[in-house]
């Protein structure tokens, strides 16, 4: 079946800082990926639609400039969360879609 | 706008017990409907349905969709507490670029 790898699974930095999130696609090509924020006892919220050539599409509400979203081949997708602060703290995930939506395993940022 | 809303938000049952979660929504143009479950991690898929009134069967977790009332309901009977997770409904619709939109999530908690 379709496999979404997420990189890192966990990830403690800095305020300040910057970290990149890794999405792949291992076994198909992925045009479109979706990235999704969770905060704890929340559902998952879809932050911004990943496209492979193109800019991504971002949801109400989500800054782009802060959440810089590159898509430069058809099996990556990468989430970069820039100058993180404490409230960017969170569960994102990324899925693609072949044959039924496919999830990452997500990757919890903690930022002190 | 797209809205997906599950019912109840939480819920407390004994193991053994047969619980139905609900999930309605509104979406442009209706693709699928999906039901997933979360632990500890990225949501695992259990169902997608698109055609109204054709169950779905998996071990104890069984699903269905009303198209016309524009509903899911997802049954799980002898409960364990292994079942203990939130799950999450979400729709996929054509008309809004091929995206999920999630429902706020059930949290069952099975209790020995």
């Known amino acids: 079946g379709a496999v979404v790898s997420q990189h890192p699974s966990w990830v403690i930095c800095k305020s300040g800082t910057s970290v990149k999130i890794e999405c792949r696609s291992l076994d198909f090509q992925a045009t479109t990926m979706f990235w999704y924020r969770q905060f704890p006892k929340q559902s998952l919220m879809l932050m911004a639609t990943?496209?492979?050539?193109?800019?991504?599409?971002?949801e109400q509400g989500v800054e782009k400039d802060k959440f810089l979203i590159n898509h430069a081949s058809l099996t990556l997708s990468t989430l970069t969360v820039t100058s993180a602060h404490p409230e960017d703290s969170s569960f994102y995930i990324c899925?693609?879609?072949?044959?039924?939506?496919?999830f990452g395993s997500g990757t919890r940022l903690t930022v002190v | 706008e797209d809205k997906v809303v599950q019912s109840p938000l939480s819920l407390v049952v004994h193991e053994g017990d047969t619980v139905t979660l609900n999930c309605s929504y509104e979406v442009t143009n209706f693709r699928s409907l999906l039901w997933y479950k979360q632990e500890k991690k990225a949501p695992t898929f259990l169902f997608m349905l698109t055609s109204s009134g054709i169950e779905k069967k998996s071990g104890r977790l069984s699903s269905i969709l009303d198209k016309k009332e524009l509903f899911s309901i997802l049954n799980i009977t002898a409960t364990q507490t292994g079942d203990s997770a939130i799950y999450l409904c979400?729709?996929?619709?054509?008309?809004?670029?091929?995206?999920?939109?999630f429902g706020q999530g059930t949290t069952l908690q099975v209790k020995p």
């Open positions: 979400a729709v996929w619709g054509s008309g809004n670029t091929g995206k999920l939109i």
């Open positions: 990943s496209n492979e050539g193109s800019k991504a599409t971002y």
């Open positions: 899925s693609a879609n072949r044959d039924g939506y496919t």
